[in-house]
Every structure is written in C-alpha cells, then in structure tokens.
C-alpha cells in the first residue's frame, strides 16, 4: 500500500498531502489500491473490462455504481502488504418503470497480517441504452435544513485524475461524446465514489473514526455543476445547483 498514491489522491481532493508510510489510509482510499488492468482486447464499450467474470454478463449494456457500503474493523496501514478478496453476492434482474434492470451486489474484503480491515459492498445497477428523446425523469429536491455545507467544484481535469488513480476506464467520465450521445448525459458524470469521498471525509473530519458509512446515487452530477456537500447529525448529502438530491448517505 504505497503512501505515495494516497499523497496523490489527497492533492486531487484539494488537501495537503500528509499520509507517511505506515500511516493509516483515510477512509475509502483503499480503493486506490488492488488495480486489475485488462489489455484492450477483453474491454468492453464503455472502457470498464467485459462482464462475464466476477460481474456476471446480465444482457445490458450501461453499468452505473448505485451505492455501497463499508464496514471498517480495523486501519489499513500504507506500506504493508494487503489482500482484496471479492465474490458477487447477488445478481438479478427486475422490471423498472422505464424498462429492464439488473443488480449487482459485490462484496470486498480487505485484509493485513491475517486480519480483516475492512468489507466494502457495492451496488451496481445495469439498464438499457436510452432513448435520447425521452422526457427525463422528475428529481428528488434535496433537503436544506444541513448543520454543515461545503460548496465543491469539479472540472475535466479532476474527474481524469480520480479516474487514474482509481484505474477506472469508463468513459462517462473522460468522453464527452460518449458521454452524451450513447449513454445519454448532459456532461461528464462525477464518479459516484468521488462523492462519496467526499462525503466520508466530511463525516470522518466532523464525527470522528467511522465505523459504518452507507451511500445511495440518486441523481447523477455534472463534471460542469457546483454541488453542495451537507451534514445533518450522522445524514449526509450532495445537493446539486438546482436543489436536486445528487446522492444520500449514513456515517
């Protein structure tokens, strides 16, 4: 686990770089970590590798990550060797209100010196292709009664470099015209996990060392938009510039 990475993570985010080697990682930066490159060969359209392996093929072609969960047992140290162990939990298909639906469920756990640091699950949701003329969908209107707010900007440059030191290929994030005319976005997508990063970081500076952290995308956020991050108690939230609810969580 090389604090160099997490140092580079950190200057992304806009913070000072202060992880030494054997120092513990910030919460959700393990996953900087455990990369698995494919060659060209074995990816798919969207730059993420082929399903059929761990993510079992569910006949649809876009994969969004609807949230996750983490349960943190024990610190994960850089400089130390560590192991990620993942299996597919459940995979099924179900009837939406604007077509078919698969789900996903995997489930990671992080390991150092025989002892589990930490399982994370995350959510992935497979759809169709759009239809571009479609009306869009009503949004949710967020809350606004927070105890704490920080306004966040994202620009190209942010979303290419999460994208790096995360080695994630989708191209939601860095191809505006697959972007925009397959996957049918008004922009670049912000991660999911970016801004749950962002969240639990927020939670960790003003709650203190998290235990659990859950998140649910609802609304997807624009590389071009202004957000609010917002804290209620243990409630967290991003809220987008015109109101709507981007993202929920619990610390």
């Not at 770089?17 to 494919?38: A, E, M, N, R």
């Not at 469920?105 to 589990?116: I, S």
Request: aromatic share 10%; hydrophobic share 40%.
């Amino acid at each position: 686990m090389d604090a160099a990475r997490a140092n580079s993570m950190q200057v992304s985010l806009g913070l000072p770089p202060s992880i030494s080697t054997g120092d513990p990682l910030l919460p959700f930066f393990h996953q900087l970590y455990f990369w698995d490159p494919q060659p060209p060969t074995t990816l798919g359209r969207d730059g993420h590798p082929k399903v059929g392996g761990l993510v079992p093929d569910m006949g649809l072609p876009r994969r969004m990550w609807a949230g996750g969960r983490l349960r943190f047992d024990s610190p994960i140290f850089t400089g130390l060797p560590s192991i990620r162990r993942s299996r597919c939990e459940k995979a099924l298909h179900k009837k939406g209100r604007t077509g078919p639906l698969a789900f996903v469920t995997l489930r990671h756990e992080v390991w150092q010196d025989n002892a589990l640091c930490l399982t994370e699950w995350q959510d992935l949701v497979y759809r169709e292709d759009p239809d571009l003329s479609a009306p869009r969908s009503a949004v949710v209107a967020a809350d606004i009664d927070e105890e704490e707010q920080i306004e966040i900007s994202f620009d190209k440059t942010m979303l290419f470099r999460y994208s790096a030191l995360t080695f994630n290929g989708h191209r939601i994030h860095y191809d505006l015209d697959y972007a925009k005319n397959v996957e049918g976005y008004d922009g670049l997508v912000v991660h999911g996990p970016l801004l749950a990063q962002h969240l639990m970081l927020m939670a960790h500076s003003s709650l203190g060392e998290l235990k659990e952290f859950s998140f649910r995308a609802t609304s997807p956020l624009m590389h071009y938009e202004t957000a609010a991050l917002c804290r209620k108690g243990r409630k967290l939230w991003v809220r987008g510039p015109d109101g709507r609810l981007c993202m929920t969580a619990t610390a």
